[in-house]
């Protein structure tokens, strides 16, 4: 399973929900109360698992663009969304432009923009948006990255919610030895370029905030961790083989014992004793003059 593979989206997607910090989707929500149509910028936004997330938590009417680089992805989204919308009851129709929800006074209208974000250099896009959101995607970015956001979000007075941020944190019971080399590993593997510059990795949450406050920003900030018990099967394995890979690449030294390890953390996934916290983080930023 790769690593942005829309399967892997799909595992993650019901455990993200499940740890998300649902009173700053809240604080989202009210922060943009008074708006007629809310206009939204989901970032990386994949296959749209933020989208939904989000959108029962914001005012009635919603406008979203989903921006990604991936056109698998994004092709998906509108099936994906389909399915969301119908199984809440909801009314989807597609359209020539995306696809649009209604359920009693409520509407959405989904679009999706294909393009890489990665120089952020389309000033378009952020135009009017009263949201700029993400999830999942700080980890993979730079700090000049995220400096450049903050400025763009700023000329816009946009609220920003950025969800799901990978702190750092790896804690797997029951222990292993080399559960700190691989930890350690790891996190050095996330630092590394992921397309956006030098990736920010364990300190995004930090960067970011420190941005956006430059910028006279309100912050909040809040756990997400994604704890996972022996019912999460199938994403305990796809955690262990990816830190399994990812430790190995930045290490090849240690491939045997990042190898065995990895044999050991499956064995106690298979008898069902085994569980993790992955440490994550969601920010809530407030501009200094309201969305308008
Ligand atoms: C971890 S996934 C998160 C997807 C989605 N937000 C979610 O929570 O399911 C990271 C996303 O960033 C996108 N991405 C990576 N590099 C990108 C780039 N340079 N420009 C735009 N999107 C990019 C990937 O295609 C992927 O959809």
């Not at 359209?95 to 679009?111: K, Y």
């Not at 000033?123 to 999942?136: D, M, W």
């Not at 909040?220 to 190995?248: F, I, K, N, T, Y």
Request: proline share 4%; charged share 20%; with cysteine.
């Amino acid at each position: 399973m790769g690593e942005f593979s829309a399967a892997w989206l799909h595992l993650r997607e019901p455990v993200d929900a499940a740890s998300r910090a649902r009173h700053l989707a809240r604080a989202t929500g009210e922060a943009l109360g008074h708006a007629a149509w809310v206009h939204v910028l989901d970032l990386g936004a994949g296959t749209g698992s933020n989208t939904r997330y989000l959108a029962g938590y914001l005012p009635r009417r919603q406008r979203w663009i989903l921006a990604d680089a991936d056109a698998a992805l994004l092709g998906q989204v509108g099936d994906e969304m389909y399915r969301w919308a119908t199984g809440c009851g909801y009314t989807a129709t597609f359209t020539p432009e995306g696809l649009e929800v209604s359920h009693g006074a409520h509407q959405w209208d989904i679009r999706t923009r294909l393009g890489s974000l990665a120089a952020l250099d389309d000033e378009e896009l952020f135009a009017g948006q009263h949201l700029v959101t993400a999830s999942a995607l700080l980890d993979l970015v730079s700090r000049h990255w995220v400096e450049a956001l903050a400025v763009r979000c700023h000329a816009q007075g946009a609220l920003v919610h950025m969800a799901l941020s990978y702190d750092g944190r790896i804690e797997c019971s029951p222990a292993d030895p080399d559960d700190g080399l691989v930890r350690t590993l790891v996190n050095e593997h996330q630092v590394t370029d992921k397309g956006f510059g030098p990736a920010l990795g364990p300190s995004a949450a930090s960067e970011t905030a420190r941005s956006l406050e430059r910028l006279a920003y309100r912050v909040e900030r809040h756990q997400s961790d994604w704890l996972l018990g022996p019912c999460d099967r199938e994403m305990q394995e796809a955690l262990v083989q990816g830190w399994a890979s990812a430790a190995a690449s930045i290490a090849p030294e240690h491939a045997g014992s990042i190898e065995a390890w990895a044999t050991r953390r499956q064995r106690v996934i298979e008898a069902g004793t085994s569980s993790l916290v992955v440490g994550h983080e969601d920010l809530l930023a407030h501009p200094p003059r309201p969305p308008r």
